[in-house]
Protein backbone atom coordinates (compact mmCIF):
# COMPACT_ATOMS: atom_id res chain seq x y z
CA UNK A 1 0.00 0.00 0.00
CA UNK A 2 1.44 3.29 -0.84
CA UNK A 3 0.59 6.69 0.59
CA UNK A 4 1.61 9.75 -1.30
CA UNK A 5 1.36 13.24 0.39
CA UNK A 6 1.46 16.93 -1.40
CA UNK A 7 1.40 20.38 0.08
CA UNK A 8 -1.73 21.89 -0.95
CA UNK A 9 -2.10 25.94 -0.75
CA UNK A 10 -4.90 27.79 -0.40
CA UNK A 11 -6.03 30.41 -3.04
CA UNK A 12 -6.67 33.53 -2.52
CA UNK A 13 -10.30 33.26 -2.81
CA UNK A 14 -10.37 30.60 0.25
CA UNK A 15 -10.53 27.69 -1.86
CA UNK A 16 -8.30 24.98 -2.53
CA UNK A 17 -7.05 23.20 -5.64
CA UNK A 18 -9.78 21.67 -7.77
CA UNK A 19 -9.32 17.89 -6.60
CA UNK A 20 -12.73 16.58 -8.14
CA UNK A 21 -11.02 14.83 -11.14
CA UNK A 22 -8.03 13.96 -9.79
CA UNK A 23 -8.99 10.51 -8.54
CA UNK A 24 -10.42 9.58 -12.32
CA UNK A 25 -7.67 10.88 -14.46
CA UNK A 26 -5.15 8.50 -11.91
CA UNK A 27 -7.77 6.40 -12.77
CA UNK A 28 -7.27 7.04 -16.61
CA UNK A 29 -3.49 6.81 -16.19
CA UNK A 30 -3.28 3.19 -14.75
CA UNK A 31 -2.81 4.63 -11.34
CA UNK A 32 -6.15 3.01 -8.93
CA UNK A 33 -5.99 5.99 -5.93
CA UNK A 34 -8.30 7.44 -2.96
CA UNK A 35 -7.95 11.41 -2.87
CA UNK A 36 -8.36 12.73 0.39
CA UNK A 37 -7.79 16.74 1.17
CA UNK A 38 -6.93 17.24 5.17
CA UNK A 39 -6.00 21.05 5.98
CA UNK A 40 -3.21 21.40 3.99
CA UNK A 41 -2.18 18.35 2.48
CA UNK A 42 -3.86 16.45 -0.02
CA UNK A 43 -3.25 12.68 0.27
CA UNK A 44 -2.88 10.02 -2.40
CA UNK A 45 -3.57 6.47 -0.95
CA UNK A 46 -3.00 3.32 -3.76
CA UNK A 47 -3.45 -0.31 -2.65
CA UNK A 48 -0.24 -1.00 -4.76
CA UNK A 49 3.46 0.82 -4.08
CA UNK A 50 3.81 2.61 -7.39
CA UNK A 51 6.68 2.78 -9.82
CA UNK A 52 8.58 6.00 -10.41
CA UNK A 53 7.01 6.90 -13.87
CA UNK A 54 3.69 6.33 -11.96
CA UNK A 55 4.74 8.75 -9.10
CA UNK A 56 5.88 11.66 -11.79
CA UNK A 57 2.44 11.10 -13.38
CA UNK A 58 0.82 11.52 -10.03
CA UNK A 59 3.03 14.65 -9.46
CA UNK A 60 2.00 15.89 -12.70
CA UNK A 61 -1.36 15.41 -12.17
CA UNK A 62 -1.05 16.88 -9.01
CA UNK A 63 0.51 19.87 -10.04
CA UNK A 64 -2.45 20.44 -12.92
CA UNK A 65 -5.22 20.57 -10.03
CA UNK A 66 -3.33 23.30 -8.40
CA UNK A 67 -2.75 25.19 -12.47
CA UNK A 68 -6.44 24.67 -13.22
CA UNK A 69 -7.68 26.06 -9.70
CA UNK A 70 -5.73 28.62 -10.85
CA UNK A 71 -6.94 29.36 -13.62
CA UNK A 72 -10.05 29.76 -12.24
CA UNK A 73 -9.07 32.39 -9.47
CA UNK A 74 -6.78 34.37 -12.02
CA UNK A 75 -8.84 36.71 -13.44
CA UNK A 76 -10.72 37.78 -10.23
CA UNK A 77 -7.93 38.39 -8.32
CA UNK A 78 -6.45 40.30 -11.19
CA UNK A 79 -9.44 42.18 -11.87
CA UNK A 80 -9.58 42.71 -7.78
CA UNK A 81 -5.76 44.00 -7.87
CA UNK A 82 -6.85 46.74 -10.92
CA UNK A 83 -10.13 47.66 -8.59
CA UNK A 84 -6.96 48.37 -5.65
CA UNK A 85 -4.91 50.44 -8.89
CA UNK A 86 -8.30 52.24 -9.59
CA UNK A 87 -8.76 53.48 -6.24
CA UNK A 88 -5.56 54.14 -5.32
CA UNK A 89 -5.40 56.48 -8.61
CA UNK A 90 -8.62 58.42 -7.01
CA UNK A 91 -7.05 58.67 -4.15
CA UNK A 92 -3.80 60.30 -5.36
CA UNK A 93 -6.21 62.78 -7.68
CA UNK A 94 -8.22 63.54 -5.05
CA UNK A 95 -5.49 65.30 -3.09
CA UNK A 96 -5.64 67.74 -5.50
CA UNK A 97 -1.96 69.36 -7.08
CA UNK A 98 0.46 72.58 -6.38
CA UNK A 99 0.53 75.22 -8.03
CA UNK A 100 3.01 77.59 -8.52
CA UNK A 101 5.44 74.25 -8.09
CA UNK A 102 6.66 73.86 -4.74
CA UNK A 103 4.74 76.44 -3.19
CA UNK A 104 2.91 74.43 -1.37
CA UNK A 105 -0.83 75.71 -2.51
CA UNK A 106 -3.14 72.87 -3.25
CA UNK A 107 -5.87 72.58 -5.28
CA UNK A 108 -9.19 70.72 -6.03
CA UNK A 109 -9.19 68.00 -8.44
CA UNK A 110 -12.66 67.29 -7.02
CA UNK A 111 -15.17 66.11 -10.72
CA UNK A 112 -16.44 69.67 -10.02
CA UNK A 113 -13.05 71.01 -10.30
CA UNK A 114 -12.15 69.47 -12.89
CA UNK A 115 -15.70 70.44 -14.98
CA UNK A 116 -14.54 74.44 -13.82
CA UNK A 117 -11.40 73.89 -15.42
CA UNK A 118 -12.18 72.36 -18.30
CA UNK A 119 -14.51 75.31 -19.07
CA UNK A 120 -12.26 78.16 -17.68
CA UNK A 121 -9.41 76.80 -20.13
CA UNK A 122 -11.69 75.82 -22.97
CA UNK A 123 -12.96 80.16 -22.38
CA UNK A 124 -9.70 81.54 -21.47
CA UNK A 125 -9.51 83.64 -24.88
CA UNK A 126 -12.85 85.05 -24.45
CA UNK A 127 -13.34 88.70 -24.36
CA UNK A 128 -16.19 88.02 -22.03
CA UNK A 129 -13.32 86.84 -19.61
CA UNK A 130 -12.10 89.18 -17.63
CA UNK A 131 -8.68 88.60 -15.97
CA UNK A 132 -7.55 88.55 -12.98
CA UNK A 133 -9.51 85.31 -12.07
CA UNK A 134 -9.03 84.57 -8.39
CA UNK A 135 -8.82 81.07 -7.93
CA UNK A 136 -9.18 79.05 -4.35
CA UNK A 137 -6.90 76.58 -2.94
CA UNK A 138 -8.25 73.01 -1.61
CA UNK A 139 -9.16 73.97 1.69
CA UNK A 140 -10.15 77.80 0.58
CA UNK A 141 -7.33 79.49 2.75
CA UNK A 142 -6.22 81.14 -0.03
CA UNK A 143 -6.49 82.40 -3.58
CA UNK A 144 -4.24 82.43 -6.34
CA UNK A 145 -4.87 84.63 -9.08
CA UNK A 146 -4.80 84.07 -12.99
CA UNK A 147 -3.57 87.26 -14.72
CA UNK A 148 -4.44 86.31 -18.09
CA UNK A 149 -4.76 83.28 -20.31
CA UNK A 150 -1.19 82.07 -20.37
CA UNK A 151 -1.55 81.73 -16.50
CA UNK A 152 -4.66 79.92 -17.37
CA UNK A 153 -3.25 77.75 -19.88
CA UNK A 154 0.22 76.90 -16.98
CA UNK A 155 -2.69 76.38 -14.58
CA UNK A 156 -4.84 74.13 -16.36
CA UNK A 157 -1.70 72.19 -17.86
CA UNK A 158 -0.39 71.33 -14.08
CA UNK A 159 -3.91 69.84 -13.27
CA UNK A 160 -4.21 67.98 -16.22
CA UNK A 161 -0.62 66.93 -15.95
CA UNK A 162 -1.08 65.48 -12.32
CA UNK A 163 -4.23 63.54 -13.60
CA UNK A 164 -2.55 62.26 -16.15
CA UNK A 165 0.88 61.25 -14.16
CA UNK A 166 -1.25 59.44 -11.58
CA UNK A 167 -3.77 57.88 -14.57
CA UNK A 168 -0.41 56.80 -16.51
CA UNK A 169 1.36 55.35 -13.42
CA UNK A 170 -1.99 53.44 -12.84
CA UNK A 171 -1.88 52.19 -16.13
CA UNK A 172 1.91 51.23 -15.88
CA UNK A 173 0.53 48.85 -13.06
CA UNK A 174 -2.42 47.81 -14.24
CA UNK A 175 -0.20 46.38 -17.28
CA UNK A 176 1.96 44.26 -15.16
CA UNK A 177 -1.45 42.73 -13.73
CA UNK A 178 -2.33 41.68 -17.41
CA UNK A 179 0.72 40.42 -18.38
CA UNK A 180 0.92 38.45 -14.66
CA UNK A 181 0.60 34.41 -15.58
CA UNK A 182 0.15 33.18 -11.77
CA UNK A 183 -1.56 34.27 -8.61
CA UNK A 184 1.95 34.71 -7.10
CA UNK A 185 3.01 37.25 -9.67
CA UNK A 186 -0.28 39.34 -9.55
CA UNK A 187 0.10 39.44 -5.58
CA UNK A 188 3.80 40.31 -5.87
CA UNK A 189 2.62 43.40 -7.72
CA UNK A 190 2.90 46.66 -4.96
CA UNK A 191 1.32 50.05 -5.40
CA UNK A 192 3.55 51.88 -3.81
CA UNK A 193 2.76 55.70 -5.48
Known sequence: MGQYEYTRERLPNGSGWNLVNLAAE???EGIDARVDCSGT?????TDVELT??????MSTKVADCKASAEIGVLPALKAKKCGEIDARTDELIAMGFEYPSSSGKM?????????????????RDMPQVTYPLT????????????VDSTAVVYFALTA??????????????????????TIAEVQAIADER
Open 26 to 28: LKM
Open 107 to 123: HSLSLQAQNKLNGLFAL
Open 41 to 45: AVVVN
Open 160 to 181: FGTIRAHTDSGTALKDQVRAAS
Open 52 to 57: QEQVDT
Open 135 to 146: YNTRDDDETIEL
